[in-house]
């Protein structure tokens, strides 16, 4: 469907209220609306914004265009929670429309200072050739939750050697002074990450590009983010434009990471390990950081991708965001597991152990459309064991682990309403363990899976049927033990 820009660049404002009452009840209707994940009131939601722990709360923002599920005129939509676990929404937190965000308040950052959120953003806007001019602006939060936005950008202008895509801000503090990483594309058509340097988040000077040993590694680095855990230098950022190589590189676009020494401030260089993605599944997209006030490193991210379309685009809205997930280094390699307050969801606790031989079973209590389920498989020489979810009549998703590759596999083939298949239904990792851990929150439409304690994570969105709620564990081809709790959410 080809769109026109009057309907891509449509405010909240201009739509009827009849529009808008047709959209929550198309909203209400739709049977995969998530019960415990972040999903937007209507329209679409697309990269986490902002996330910052402040005034004894943490705020999270995310990209929104209310008025359909394509992309359009972004707004920040606000959401805060005390715990990590419990969700309330506050409504809109940046509205564009203004000179320095004409068409669009895009991805940005947040931090404190001087007792409030400052947040800083890209600003889309077009000239009348419609050429993109990308602007990084800046907002307040006060204690009162009241968001002002700055008339002028804090950067106006596009340094030269890089194109107008120029997007991202994420802002942290060092040694008394800020600093930004900003994903860019330089005019070879080739992605990377830009840093900036302020004393007071309204005057940025550049400083140069990010140096790291990738100099064609895609055509865009979009929402990078740096951090600093255990003494090491940690990137993130999501590269446009990867091939498949093996099992890696699966998606329409990636997200991951790079680990190394801290990035030299005064020379931008970050001597770094190899890109390794952050998430193994299907959905997965623009993660963003924050640090909590007992200095535990948390991401949340996009559980959802650009350009693929989603069952519940019929429904009037699209996409949710994935679970808090706390960051620690384990040589070289990030490993990421639900923060611990994830906990205050669990309801009744329902436990099964067994050991299976060449079969597939189930066990009473075990099963749900909502809820964690923690599996333990050891002592096996089946050749593949695991475990069947949100199975039913036709319906099922299956977590394997084939031993005789050493490979986790997640198959989405038979998960309910067809998701796009261009990029196939089956995503696998490598794995080497003779115990092997499943850790699943599985919602009304979405599974994130943890291996081993976080070791590897998998993330999808799955449509499956109301009916489908049956566990079932298997193995083929041998035995193995199994041990499974399960609580309710």
């Known amino acids: 469907m080809t769109l026109s820009r009057e309907q891509k660049y449509r405010k909240l404002n201009q739509a009827s209220p009849e529009e808008l009452e047709q959209l929550k009840e198309q909203v209400a209707s739709c049977p995969w609306r998530q ?43 606000h959401t805060k929670s005390t715990d990590l676990a419990h969700w309330e929404n506050v409504g809109i937190g940046i509205e564009p429309g203004d000179p320095q965000d004409s068409h669009g308040a895009y991805s940005g950052s947040g931090i404190v200072k001087d007792g409030e959120l400052y947040l800083m953003y890209t600003g889309n806007t077009r000239n009348e050739e419609w050429r993109r001019l990308p602007y990084q602006n800046l907002a307040i939060m006060n204690r009162e939750g009241k968001i002002t936005k700055r008339n002028e950008p804090v950067i106006a202008v596009v340094p030269d050697g890089y ?19 900003i994903g860019a594309q330089r005019t070879n058509g080739t992605g990377c990450a830009v840093m900036y340097k302020s004393q007071d988040l309204l005057s940025w000077s550049f400083l140069g590009e990010v140096s790291t040993g990738l100099d064609d590694f895609g055509y865009m680095w979009e929402c990078p983010d740096y951090f600093e855990l255990n003494q090491q ?7 446009q434009g990867l091939s498949p190589e093996g099992d890696r590189f699966q998606n329409i676009y990636q997200s991951g990471y790079m680990v190394g020494k801290p990035v030299d401030v005064r020379t931008q260089k970050f001597k770094h390990g190899l890109f390794q993605e952050l998430d193994r599944g299907f959905d997965f997209y623009a993660p963003q950081t924050t640090e909590t006030p007992d200095g535990r490193r948390i991401l949340v991210a996009w559980m959802g991708l650009p350009d693929v379309g989603y069952p519940t685009d019929h429904n009037g809205w699209a996409h949710c965001l994935t679970l808090p997930r706390e960051l620690t280094l384990r040589d070289g390699k990030v490993i990421q597991q639900p923060v611990r307050e994830l906990k205050h969801l669990r309801k009744e606790e329902v436990t099964a152990e067994a050991v299976l031989h060449n079969e597939t079973k189930s066990f009473s ?3 749900g459309i909502s809820y964690e389920l923690i599996c ?19 319906d099922k998703t299956v977590l ?16 309910g309403e067809t998701i796009v298949t261009d990029y196939g239904s089956e995503r696998r990792c490598s794995l080497d363990s003779e115990k092997i851990k499943f850790q699943l929150f599985v919602d009304t439409s979405s599974v994130e899976i943890f291996v081993n304690d976080g070791e590897e994570v998998f993330t999808s969105r799955i449509f499956p ?21 399960l609580w309710k959410i």
């Open 35 to 77: 019960s415990y994940h972040i999903q937007p009131p209507f329209g679409l939601l697309n990269d986490p914004n902002g996330f910052a722990f402040y005034e004894g709360e943490y705020h999270l923002f995310y990209q929104w265009f209310p008025l359909g599920t394509f992309h359009g005129m972004k707004y920040w939509y």
């Open 163 to 181: 194109t107008d895509h120029f997007r991202d801000p994420k802002v942290w503090r060092a040694n008394g002074e800020y600093y930004c990483v």
């Open 233 to 239: 230098g940690v990137l993130l950022f999501c590269p």
């Open 365 to 367: 209590g075990l099963q």
């Open 376 to 394: 333990e498989f050891a002592d096996a020489d089946a050749e593949c064991f695991g475990i069947e979810f949100r199975a039913g009549n036709a």
């Open 400 to 415: 394997a682990y084939d031993r005789n590759t050493k490979k986790v596999i997640l198959d989405r083939s038979l998960s």
């Open 465 to 485: 049927s109301m009916e489908s709620t049956e566990i079932r564990f298997f193995a083929q081809g041998g035995s193995v033990t199994c041990q499974a709790s």
